[in-house]
């Protein structure tokens, strides 16, 4: 069915239930919902789960069972071409905990899963909320292989598709649509929430778009530049683990107080004057010191991947701080550069550009293999810097990342800001719609030696409904369940500052100030 005609189908489907609710403003009961009828969507099941403690679906068998709110529970699955196959749900809380709202909620990189632990969440928060997994099963590029529909479905449709039907499935059991609708994601769900902005301004008040993988061809290039860097010939690692730790450990003492407080974090690696070249060895290689091919390879990564022929910067490098902060697999470049015996998504060309899963990755050309994965597969990135149509319905976006987020470098996402700012007219009207905070210390979503812990809806909702523009976003940093320390975000490019007075942990005792001056 063409898009014009789904549209029709779909308005005339709203029209109907617009019409039934006046009659029967309760709305359908749960189980009723099997009949529902929705171009290119068919409702597999429709099932009222009672309060309590509940499985969640592939969920381990020694896993404890989520305790939630009673609700509606879906299933449905959309097939909007003859080679899809996306698979949805559609969680609605029951009676009076329903807060009247949408949500709609994000995946993590390829993977073709529901986010059952979101879809929790979200109803025992009063959302009704929808999850899909985008088309697909694994993580694995190569369900793309031959199936270009698949990966629009992964790319934008999916997410869209899951948004209509949602809401029409919302509207059929709770007799009105919802009042408000936003999207929450991070990582892939960040880039999610960017695709709904500019392909589908219209579907959400607002959303949250966190560690945005917005410009994902690039990214990927930048996965292949930092892993030919760092890894010899016969694939085996140029740097151990330990190495990056000291590199961490090495940078942070140089550069923690530069904001004013010792607390192990750099607050903006732009600022960090460190040069690795300070450890390089004086002799022999050591356990303290960087050999000059160790040496070479981190400045690598650093820089990221540029152009031969030009010299332009194709995909910005990781910053200072993001090399090993942690022991975990995910807290450096452990689980995206160092650790994979080969590039990781490198599957992006095998199977999306160059249909040839023999293709060999240590042949790429810098200048043409790059411009034609852009040619051919750009759609797959949220990277439009014209958000007029979005703005111009009142539509409203916080957007935050980790500085230390060592599989999306922070820096890309600034770059993004930056341009939609330029775009359109400048900070103070981009402002208006667009904010975007930068929290130091923290990782890819959540980790990192800094407050990662955020509710970013909250600000939107007030935001949206009551036009209160967030100035901060507060970071905790937990332990055990409890606050250690707090921080304000502030609207980029503002920092945080401490007043010099109470405790350097607690974000009352912080301001947002411009970068200039004010001891930055």
């Not at 994902?216 to 151990?240: K, M």
Request: hydrophobic content about 40%; charged content about 20%; aromatic content about 10%.
């Amino acid at each position: 069915m063409s898009t014009s005609l789904r549209l029709v189908a779909a308005l005339s489907i709203s029209m109907a239930i617009d019409a039934i609710a006046l009659v029967a403003p309760a709305g359908t009961p749960c189980a009723d919902l099997a009949s529902l009828t929705i171009p290119d969507v068919r409702v597999a099941a429709a099932t009222d789960i009672p309060a309590g403690p509940f499985r969640l679906p592939g969920a381990r068998a020694d896993a404890t069972p989520a305790t939630v709110a009673a609700f509606c529970r879906v299933i449905a699955v959309a097939t909007p071409t003859p080679d899809s196959h996306i698979n949805l749900e559609v969680w609605i809380p029951e009676g009076d905990t329903w807060n009247g709202k949408f949500q709609g909620v994000g995946t993590g990189g390829f993977q073709g899963a529901i986010s059952y632990a979101a879809l929790a969440a979200g109803v025992n928060s009063g959302y009704a909320t929808a999850s899909t997994d985008t088309g697909h099963t694994g993580d694995d590029l190569v369900f793309g292989s031959g199936h270009r529909e698949k990966i629009i479905d992964w790319a934008h449709r999916s997410i869209h598709l899951m948004t209509e039907a949602g809401k029409l499935i919302v509207r059929d059991n709770r007799g009105r649509f919802p009042a408000y609708s936003y999207f929450n994601g991070c990582a892939t769900g960040g880039h999610q929430a960017m695709m709904e902005v500019q392909r589908f301004p219209q579907d959400y008040d607002g959303v949250v778009a966190g560690n945005p993988a917005a410009d994902r061809t690039n990214e990927i290039v930048g996965y292949l530049w930092a892993w030919l860097a760092t890894h010899r010939p016969d694939g085996t690692s140029l740097i151990s683990v330990s190495k990056l730790q000291w590199i961490t450990r090495s940078a942070v003492a140089q550069c923690d107080a530069l904001d004013g407080v010792k607390d192990g974090v750099i607050d903006d690696p732009r600022r960090c004057t460190f040069d690795p070249a300070s450890l390089s060895c004086r002799g022999a290689d050591a356990a303290g010191c960087l050999t000059p091919a160790e040496l070479a390879a981190v400045r690598k990564v650093y820089s990221g991947p540029s152009n031969p022929r030009t010299g332009a910067q194709i995909f910005p490098g990781w910053p200072l701080g993001s090399e090993g902060y942690g022991d975990g697999p995910g807290d450096g470049w452990r689980n995206f550069i160092v650790d994979p015996v080969e590039p990781r998504r490198v599957g992006l060309f095998q199977y999306f550009v160059f249909d040839d899963p023999k293709w060999d990755w240590t042949t790429m050309d810098w200048d043409r293999d790059v411009a034609y994965t852009t040619a051919k597969m750009g759609f797959i990135n949220a990277t439009s810097r014209d958000l007029s149509a979005f703005r111009s319905r009142g539509g409203k976006i916080v957007m935050h990342t980790g500085w230390v987020d060592p599989i999306l470098p922070a820096p890309d996402v600034i770059k993004y800001y930056e341009e939609v700012t330029d775009a359109m007219g400048g900070p103070d009207k981009t402002k208006e719609f667009f904010r975007l905070f930068m929290a130091p210390g923290m990782g890819h979503c959540s980790g990192g030696p800094g407050p990662d812990t955020l509710d970013a809806l909250s600000a939107l909702e007030l935001w949206v409904e009551k036009g209160v523009a967030p100035d901060t976003l507060v970071a905790s940093r937990m332990r055990g369940g409890i606050a250690v320390r707090t921080r304000p975000l502030c609207v980029y490019p503002q920092v945080a500052r401490w007043s010099g007075k109470g405790s350097s942990d607690d974000a009352a005792n912080f301001a947002c100030v411009s970068p200039r001056g004010q001891g930055s």
